[in-house]
């Protein structure tokens, strides 16, 4: 059944306007009387076709239920930003297994330094990207792909969640599953890039409270890292 998002649900009605009318009427091709499903806060509504305009789809819901397919944590990833194009990769696994919001920072060791200004053109492609991978794996949300943080931006961001983990190859870290999870319900996860993170930005996360742990002793991919990471963490979680 055909996908869409919208800001708010309206349990009487809901319009669909834009480039989604246009894709359901010329597209889709679809017909007043059938059915597709509109995704609005975590709540699917199966709706059902009442009119179509040139610019517009008109709704009538005809089943509400909350998301199944939405984790019962929210999981923020601050990955530090890698090379060439991986991060859409990254943006586009993520959003499949559950992440709940994508923050692209810059460390010490990124080779790729964009600046602010630089990263702020490519986050509508990397949201259309996000938005793609929330229709295809039936997210209730699109998860945002937020503006670049420094690493001090990032560091304290992440003291805000229910519990923070950061991905670290070196000595000192624990595995995931001696990071106490039970009734955290927000999680940040950090993620370095090609280089790593370095000794420095190392102990300055765990003098601010965020817990070291580790994949085992193979040393994976950027574009690797946090696919394993966050299927880890929906599973320990109880989501999936």
Known sequence: MPRFFTEHGDPNEIVLTGEDARHIGRSLRMRPGETLTVCAEGTDYVCEIVQITGDAVYLRPTQITPCAAEPSV?????????????????????????????????????????????????????????????????????????????????????????????????????????????????????????????????????????WRVWLGRRILRCETAPTAALALLMYLTGNM
Do not use: N
Request: aromatic share 4%.
């Open 74 to 210: 929210a999981v923020t990833l601050y990955q530090a930003v890698p090379k060439q194009d991986k991060l859409a990769e990254i943006v586009q696994k993520s959003v499949e297994l559950g992440v709940t919001r994508i923050v692209p920072v810059l460390t010490a060791r990124c080779v790729a330094r964009p600046t602010k200004a630089e990263f702020a053109k490519k986050q509508e492609r990397l949201q259309k990207i996000a938005l793609a991978a929330a229709k295809q794996s039936g997210r209730g949300i699109v998860p945002e792909v937020a503006p670049l943080l420094t690493w001090r931006e990032a560091l304290t961001a992440m003291q805000s969640h229910d519990r923070a983990v950061m991905l670290y190859e070196e000595a000192g870290g624990v595995r995931f599953g001696e990071v106490p999870l039970e009734g955290v319900r927000d999680i940040g996860l950090f993620i370095g890039s090609e280089g790593g993170i370095s000794e420095e930005e190392a102990a300055a996360a765990v003098e601010a409270g965020i």
